[in-house]
């Protein structure tokens, strides 16, 4: 099974500063998603890749699979950006069963 | 098109009882995930069904189960219930393909929120 670690579990910024959520595993993986969750919301999708480095708006996703190490980074964080953000990976062998980290809850303030 | 569909959104259930809850996925997507989220194990990943068969399952009692239709709507069921399956169940359709790359995008539904009293 995979073992996914996230940190830091919980996050507070001001708005505008530059955040970084961390995600390790333990197994070889082929893709690695990141997710992002409002209070009381459901899941939505940000990035799934298996390699370098996507953007989407003020996100930005990067992957070292040698490391075995993701990071979600949010460039000039804004207080909609406040949600719980959780990292998942493929596990058992199937790239449709994930396991997930705990997740990050982000809290930023204007 | 349209994003994955769940209903019921929220459920109130004893227990003892039984539920089944419903997931209509993207349109062209043959493959269904379900997952349960509670704030002390996290999202837990329960089975995944693929052109009707269960293709994947997860560490979860036989209580739980699931089918998918030729339509590839999906439906899971829980027996006997237990105060511990309150919780939010989601699903997540996919295109389904055994390659990797975009074809293995979850998109998630907005859950269905169980509680049992």
């Known amino acids: 099974k995979n073992e996914v670690e996230q940190s830091p579990q919980n996050l507070t910024a001001q708005e505008g500063e530059f955040i970084t959520i961390n995600c390790s595993y333990s197994?070889?993986?082929?893709?690695l998603h990141w997710l992002q969750q409002h209070p009381g919301g459901g899941i939505v999708s940000l990035f799934m890749?298996?390699?370098g480095k996507k953007k989407h708006g003020r996100l930005i996703a990067t992957i070292n699979i040698q490391e075995k190490h993701s990071s979600l980074h949010i460039t000039a964080s804004h207080p909609r950006d406040s949600a719980v953000y959780i990292c998942?990976?493929?596990?058992?062998?199937?790239?449709?069963?994930?396991?997930f980290g705990k997740g990050t809850l982000l809290t930023v303030n204007p | 098109k349209a994003g994955v569909t769940q209903t019921p959104r929220y459920l109130i259930k004893t227990r003892g009882q039984q539920v089944t809850l419903s997931c209509s996925p993207i349109?062209?997507?043959?493959?269904v995930s379900w997952y349960q989220q509670t704030p002390g194990q996290g999202l837990q990943f329960l089975f995944e069904?693929?052109?009707?068969?269960?293709?994947n399952k997860g560490n979860f009692p036989g209580r739980f189960s699931g089918r998918q239709f030729s339509n590839s709507r999906s439906e899971m069921n829980v027996s006997t219930l237990e105060l511990g399956d309150s919780a939010l169940y989601l699903c997540a359709s996919q295109t389904g393909g055994t390659s990797g790359g975009a074809r293995n995008e979850q998109f998630f539904g907005p859950g269905t929120r169980l509680t049992v009293l």
């Open positions: 998942a990976v493929p596990s058992g062998g199937s790239n449709y069963k994930l396991t």
């Open positions: 197994v070889g993986i082929s893709a």
């Open positions: 890749l298996s390699s």
């Open positions: 349109s062209g997507h043959r493959s």
């Open positions: 069904y693929f052109s009707e068969t269960q293709r």
